[in-house]
């Protein structure tokens, strides 16, 4: 009773003023100690019970068991297992749950499955055990074939079984063996388990399938407090904030009292809504319930703070915090990061280490972002250092943010050494690596990483491909582009929408619009937009202008709706060709027949339309009166236009604009000269090349080369 009530104080006088003592005096001690978290404790009255003499039975063994599994207490947990050896009770079902359970949270499921596979008449305890042991070490497919073997050996599933089921589907992304399960829990009737039910809500969630997720939600006849959590939490990015208040709403009037999950979920949706009005109305409930100073509240209200750009209210925040956590300090550094605040991210980090606070992986994922986005080389080589001596270095998430900070300092060599302390990346950590590689122009570095993932009898995933693929379209490499095709269709990933249009994109750069053509044309994708957009942007980029306005055609007959993407790829094509008409008209039919507003892009491929063909009153026009503010690449696009139709006046007016918002660039003066050149007035010209070698401003050399096929 004493420990059941939160005092086991009570409870150890109680024992310690005892006369007679029997096993159940002492089972109960240690049972009551292991539940209220006192387990050094328990660990010390076991040791006592074996000292006086008394044989422990199963309900003692079992608690210390658990708190082994609890502290990861490798050594005395297998001492304990020999203790139950000795004692020939190794085969009992009681045992096998706890041993299950040590093992699997130790990272030993092999040992796991020695166990489970040894014992006799396992009940269901042990089949969850085994179960929740697989995805406590991520191993999702063996995790859902032995749930599904479970009704073939005739054990009936109970609520942790279906619990631990769907932890599985959101692990592997199965949405399909998600809806058999629902499909089971509603002919089992655990319809009726809240905890069954806030899981399947949950997996619906974590597979995108929000629709399916509030229909779940719509029709329970309970709902606790988790239920609501999870629901809240099944918003969308873009969706309206209103909507989450009106469902707060409802919680509100159902007699339920929110508590620190709840608001900390509807921070982050405000953060990600970047409703500041919102955010500020919670934070006042928050105070009224007494939850304002909880760690994840106060995390989640940094964040908020950060996302809606209000960084000194959020450093307000992280300043009343008085005992502050490490979720604190990363949310705040993140939050400086997102704006840019650099030297702000680094004394905050420098404060940490000062503090007594613990970093993690994130800590440092966070801080080494900050060091490659403000170009600090010297300031990530030193938190470098700490990792190491923090023992952080053998994190495969860890290593992809060294490896990504090497990379970015053009220093691939070395982020391939970051790799030594692991014995295997998982596939994530390849497919960050390899973009990372592309996106930084190291693509014979992104192609070795693949031939060590196949060395490492690793499998591709449409991600990596897709890299691959854009890797090769960057540096125009023909023949890496066609073997690595052939390993997307033996795997058959060539059919996926996403690595499609990347072989097309990666074709039609190579110069090769036949193989580009003959790969829209296989892929079993073609009926999706992206798909149709990649091919047309090939066909405009090889000016086959008929060719791009016929298959923008067949969209429509396919009752496809056309992107932003769509319209930048078919009115370039227009613009290469010299359909001036034609372009105009698919921009107006942007509003029209498809009710598109325009984006930056589609403007941009207008004004470089109407420049090129020599249309510049209507280019100034349309730069002067579109919503957006002018950027450098549109001043580029109109200059251009400029040199070709020898338009001296508007040229000179476009390379101020142009100057003025990147002043060190070479384009405006370079197009101007070429403007003033081109139109045989050579004293300006010379005149635009000596300001430009007084200010110190020289051309970029160019350069290109061919490949055989």
């Known amino acids: 009773m004493y420990s059941r009530c939160g005092t086991l104080g009570d409870g150890l006088k109680v024992f310690g003023e005892m006369p007679r003592r029997n096993l159940v005096s002492w089972t109960s001690l240690i049972s009551g100690a292991v539940c209220s978290g006192e387990l050094d404790v328990g660990f010390r009255v076991f040791l006592e019970l074996m000292g006086s003499g008394l044989r422990p039975n199963e309900f003692s063994i079992g608690s210390v068991l658990k708190g082994c599994a609890i502290m990861e207490a490798c050594e005395l947990g297998l001492c304990v297992h020999g203790l139950v050896v000795k004692l020939g009770m190794e085969k009992d079902s009681f045992f096998g749950s706890s041993m299950l359970s040590l093992y699997s949270k130790l990272g030993c499921v092999e040992e796991a499955e020695q166990i489970f596979n040894y014992m006799e008449n396992c009940d269901v305890g042990c089949w969850n055990a085994m179960i929740g042991g697989y995805l ?8 859902m074939r032995l749930a599904s073997s479970m009704r073939t050996k005739g054990v009936i599933m109970d609520e942790f079984t279906f619990i631990n089921a769907l932890k599985g589907c959101v692990l592997l992304g199965n949405l399909y063996y998600g809806k058999l ?12 388990s809240i905890p069954v039910m806030n899981s399947l809500i ?12 509030f229909e779940v939600f719509d029709r329970m006849l309970k709902k606790d407090v988790i239920s609501w959590n999870t629901i809240f939490g099944a918003f969308h990015e873009e969706q309206d904030v209103t909507k989450v208040a009106g469902l707060f709403r409802k919680f509100m009037l159902a007699g339920l009292k929110p508590n620190e999950v709840t608001f900390s979920v509807l921070f982050r949706q405000c953060g990600n809504a970047c409703d500041l009005s919102m955010g500020l109305q919670l934070c006042c409930l928050a105070m009224h319930f007494g939850h304002f100073h909880r760690s994840n509240v106060t995390s989640s209200l940094i964040d908020m703070f950060a996302r809606c750009n209000a960084l000194f209210m959020a450093r307000s925040v992280f300043d009343s915090i008085l005992s502050k956590g490490t979720g604190d300090f990363n949310e705040l550094i ?27 992986v994130f800590t440092f994922a966070s801080i080494l972002e900050t060091c490659v986005e403000s170009g600090n080389g010297k300031m990530g080589r030193q938190i470098h250092g700490v990792i190491i001596k923090r023992a952080l270095s053998g994190d495969n998430h860890m290593c992809c943010s060294l490896a990504k900070f090497y990379i970015r300092f053009g220093c691939p060599d070395v982020a391939f050494l970051c790799f030594d302390a692991l014995e295997k990346l998982d596939l994530t950590c390849w497919s960050i690596i390899i973009s990372t590689f592309n996106g930084s122009g190291f ?40 073997s690595v095709h052939s390993l997307a269709t033996k795997t058959g990933y060539d059919r ?29 994708g073609s009926d999706d937009v992206v798909v149709f957009n990649s091919m047309i942007m090939a066909y405009a980029h090889h000016g086959l202008v008929t060719e791009a306005l016929e298959l923008f055609h067949k969209m429509k007959v396919a009752n496809l709706c056309p992107s932003q993407a769509t319209f930048i790829s078919v009115i370039s094509a227009c613009g290469h060709m010299g359909y001036v008409d034609q372009g105009c008209s698919l921009f107006e039919s942007m509003k029209l027949d498809y009710g598109l507003e325009p984006s930056p892009g589609v403007f941009g491929c207008l004004v470089d339309m109407l420049s090129r063909n020599g249309y510049l009153e209507g280019a100034k026009g349309l730069i002067e009166t579109m919503p957006f503010s002018p950027w450098p690449g549109i001043w580029r696009s109109f200059l251009s236009g400029c040199r070709i139709h020898g338009n001296r006046e508007l040229g000179e007016w476009a390379s101020q604009m142009l100057c003025q918002l990147v002043p060190e660039n070479d384009a ?13 007035s050579w004293e300006n010209a010379e005149h635009l090349r000596q300001n430009m070698i007084w200010k110190g401003i020289s051309k970029s050399p160019g350069y290109s080369w061919i490949q055989a096929h």
């Open 496 to 524: 996926h929408v996403y690595v499609a249009s990347s072989i097309i994109d990666a074709y039609s750069k190579c110069g090769d619009i036949a193989n580009a053509r003959l790969a829209f044309n296989q892929s079993s």
């Open 181 to 192: 399960l629902h499909g089971l829990i509603m002919c089992s009737n655990m319809q009726f």
């Open 202 to 213: 949950d997996m619906y969630h974590k597979n995108c399938q929000e629709k399916y997720a």
């Open 136 to 143: 406590l070490c991520g191993r999702g497919v063996e995790a």
């Open 334 to 360: 993140s939050g400086y990061n997102l704006y840019c605040y650099y030297p702000e991210s680094l004394h905050v980090f420098r404060d940490l280490l000062r503090s007594e606070v613990e970093t993690n």
């Open 668 to 680: 405006a003066h370079v197009l101007l000269f070429k403007v003033y050149s081109e139109a045989g």
């Open 443 to 482: 693509h014979r570095e992104a192609i070795r990483s693949l031939n060590f993932l196949l060395e490492d009898d690793g499998k591709p995933d449409e991600f990596i491909f897709g890299s691959i693929f854009n890797s090769c379209a960057d540096s125009s490499s023909f023949n890496r582009a066609r």
